[in-house]
């Protein structure tokens, strides 16, 4: 069957080259019952279950970064918006534990950082109860004085964090 010449191929043969028949390779394809390939549908199914599977379960927390002015706990004037976002998210999920976790630059003494955390986690705490998240559920952690990456305001900064992003 291999090495035939001249004569009427079937389905799944090819004539190389030098004229002889062949057997073609089998094709990495899922057939169905009808005979038609189903490989595309099953790899569309697939994309969209892999980019869009994460809008079928609700996220199970948020975080929010409020930032600060140097060796100070007044706001950077976005903070206001930080607060309503997070604060609404709080209210949608009851459930979800409120955390706020206050950092403060290297920069300083040891007992002005500490300060600083202290003062920079309040005034975010104060900004949740007044925006209507309820103080029982707001957990405070002092984090203290942190290195920063680039920018030295990545220390001064305070995360809200809402349920376990």
């Given at each position: ?10 389905a ?40 869009g ?33 997070a ?11 409120v ?27 104060d ?17 203290g ?14 995360e ?6």
């Amino acid at each position: 069957m291999g090495r035939q010449r001249n004569r009427r191929l079937l389905a799944d043969e090819y004539l190389d080259d030098w004229g002889y028949c062949r057997q073609a390779p089998p094709k990495l394809a899922f057939i169905d019952c009808a005979g038609v390939s189903i490989m595309r549908p099953l790899i569309c199914v697939g994309l969209l279950l892999s980019f869009g599977g994460c809008a079928f379960f609700e996220s199970s927390g948020q975080r929010y970064v409020v930032f600060f002015r140097g060796s100070s706990a007044q706001m950077e004037d976005a903070a206001e918006a930080v607060f309503v976002g997070a604060a609404n998210w709080a209210k949608k999920h009851p459930d979800m534990p409120v955390a706020v976790a206050s950092y403060a630059d290297p920069y300083g003494s040891e007992k002005a950082n500490t300060d600083f955390t202290r003062l920079r986690a309040q005034v975010v705490i104060d900004g949740l109860v007044a925006n209507g998240v309820m103080a029982s559920r707001i957990q405070r952690r002092e984090i203290g004085s942190v290195k920063f990456q680039g920018d030295p305001q990545e220390s001064r900064r305070v995360e809200i964090i809402v349920g376990n992003p």
